[in-house]
């Protein structure tokens, strides 16, 4: 069974940071790519960015770009999204995915609240 523990939201200031954690269990984890979206109250879940397998680039969506990064570590079955200069904007819930044989697989995700 796909199953995926989050960690680490919070409320933190405007430029603050926070770095969210995602334990995974139930796939082989070295073998697919991770991503991390999130969803704020009223809009749809965007995707904020992904991890590739083979090689642990990561990949992001413009609003995000060159303040979070995404990380793994294939031993401990972790995916990470440290994130830096927050602004009140990013304030969302933040969710981990895999997909699967065409199947999504969701985190339950963590809340992210960021003051102005």
């Known amino acids: 069974e796909v199953q995926f523990v989050e960690s680490g939201g919070g409320l933190v200031q405007t430029g603050g940071s926070l770095r969210l954690s995602c334990e995974v269990s139930g796939f082989n984890f070295d073998d697919y790519v991770i991503g991390w979206f999130r969803q704020a109250p009223g809009k749809e879940r965007e995707e904020v960015g992904c991890?590739?397998?083979?090689?642990?680039?990561?990949y992001y969506a413009d609003s995000v770009k060159d303040r979070f990064t995404i990380s793994r570590d294939n031993v401990k079955n972790t995916v990470y999204l440290q994130m830096n200069s927050l602004k009140p904007e990013d304030t969302a819930v933040y969710y981990c995915?895999?997909?699967?044989?065409?199947?999504?697989?969701w985190g339950q995700g963590t809340q992210v609240t960021v003051s102005s």
């Open positions: 991890i590739t397998s083979s090689d642990g680039r990561g």
């Open positions: 995915n895999v997909v699967i044989w065409s199947r999504d697989y």
